[in-house]
Structure formats: structure tokens, C-alpha cells
């Protein structure tokens, strides 16, 4: 069964900071992984997706890399902004089989940036 | 567009009402699915539909009866639920073909059971 970390639980930046959040996920028979930001009480928002063949994807300030064959994937978050403050959720997709359409997500990392 | 939209945002219902939940996605996704969320814990997989046809549920209980009309709605029935049926429901979207099969989540309705 797929099981999903990730670390820290929480983290609090001063604002201009550079920062990585990590997961780590124990089958790497994966079809893609997620990087997602939560707002309190709200939906999730797609942050970026990497397919199992891809090493990295960027958009704007962030940047997420997968490493597959060692079960790891750091999002990058550059010159932190207030407004970057959420919970940021890692979730990955499996390759085939009875799990291929859930995600499976991890506990989360809660961002606090501070202005 | 890339949007999921569900109504209504916040729902308030005793443990003998009947409500429906609503989703509803235009970008041509055939996998739709629900998720439960409780408080600072991440979102967990209900029920999961492909082509307007449930293949998936994770066992989950018969007060909660998922329905998928057509390829852009999805409805969630609730009848008799407990307090601690409480908690934030998301639905989502994906594609179904070889492909990105990126996950879309609307902003999710607020359940509160009295």
C-alpha cells in the first residue's frame, strides 16, 4: 500500500525566503505526483504535476522535482511572498492496477510567511 | 477553463433531513470523484466515477448514495447523517485517457450534521 510523507508538518519563513518542502512515498510505481495548496476551509488549488518520466516542472516562483527511483519530491518556493502562506499538500497517482485512479495524499505541510 | 464548481458552499442539516451536494465540471473530464476532508487531515477518497459509472467505493456508508447524471455532473445524496459525517466535501475531475490525468478540485462544500 502506498504510503505518503511529509516533512516538516509545519514551517514558518520570514518573507523573501527561499524554502523546499519534502515528500517522500514508499511504492515508486507511480503514474504522476501533485503538488496542491490549500487554503483554510477551501477547495484544493493544482499547484504543478510531474509525470513519472519528467525530473522537474516549473511554474512561476515554484519549482517541483521527482526523483521516482528513490521516492522523493521537493517543491521549491522561491523569495517567499505573505500571500504563500497555506497547506501544502503532495498526492501521487499509482501506475496501474486497483489504485489507479485515486491519489494518495500526504498529511500536508502548513506554510506560515512571515511579512 | 479549468474550473470545478459545487454548490451549495455551506450546508447546515439535522440527522433526519435528505440534501444533495452538486459538482459540476465543462472541461470534457470522464473521471469524477468525491472526497471528505476533516479538519487539518488530507482529503479521503469516497467514491470515484468513470464514464457516469461508479467504479469505485470505498466502502463507504449507504447514507451517503453517489449519483452521476451526465458526464459534466455529479450529485451527492445524504440521508440520515451523524454529527460526525461533519466535515469539508470535495469533488474533483480528471481526464480518463492516456494522459496528464491532472486532478482538478472545486472549492468544496462545508457539511455541518446536527
Known amino acids: 500500500k502506498q504510503e505518503v510523507t511529509q516533512i516538516p508538518a509545519a514551517l514558518s519563513v520570514p518573507e523573501g525566503e527561499n524554502l523546499v518542502l519534502n515528500c517522500s512515498f514508499t511504492d515508486s510505481a507511480i503514474y504522476n505526483l501533485q503538488w496542491f495548496r490549500q487554503d483554510p476551509g477551501k477547495g484544493l488549488t493544482s499547484l504543478l504535476l510531474i509525470q513519472s518520466s519528467q525530473r522537474e516542472q516549473t511554474s512561476g516562483r515554484l519549482n517541483a522535482s521527482l526523483d521516482k527511483s528513490s521516492g522523493r519530491s521537493t517543491l521549491y518556493i522561491a523569495a517567499s511572498q505573505p500571500g504563500d502562506s497555506a497547506t501544502y499538500l503532495c498526492?501521487?497517482?499509482?501506475?496501474?492496477?486497483?489504485?489507479?485512479?485515486?491519489?494518495?495524499f500526504g498529511k500536508g505541510t502548513k506554510l506560515s510567511v512571515i511579512p | 477553463d479549468t474550473e470545478v464548481t459545487q454548490t451549495p458552499k455551506h450546508l447546515v442539516m439535522g440527522m433526519t433531513n435528505k440534501k444533495s451536494l452538486k459538482c459540476e465540471q465543462h472541461m470534457g473530464h470522464r473521471a469524477m470523484y468525491w472526497y471528505k476532508q476533516k479538519a487539518k487531515k488530507p482529503p479521503e477518497l469516497m467514491f470515484v466515477y468513470s464514464y457516469e459509472k461508479l467504479s469505485i467505493n470505498e466502502s463507504v456508508p449507504s447514507r451517503f448514495s453517489p449519483e452521476c447524471p451526465n458526464s459534466s455532473l455529479l450529485n451527492l445524496h445524504l440521508h440520515a447523517l451523524q454529527p460526525e459525517d461533519s466535515a469539508l466535501y470535495l469533488c474533483?475531475?480528471?481526464?480518463?485517457?492516456?494522459?496528464?490525468?491532472?486532478?482538478?478540485f472545486g472549492p468544496g462544500t462545508r457539511l455541518t450534521v446536527l
Open positions: 474533483a475531475s480528471s481526464q480518463l485517457l492516456k494522459g496528464r490525468h491532472e486532478q482538478f
Open positions: 498526492a501521487v497517482r499509482q501506475d496501474s492496477g486497483a489504485g489507479s485512479y485515486q491519489l494518495t
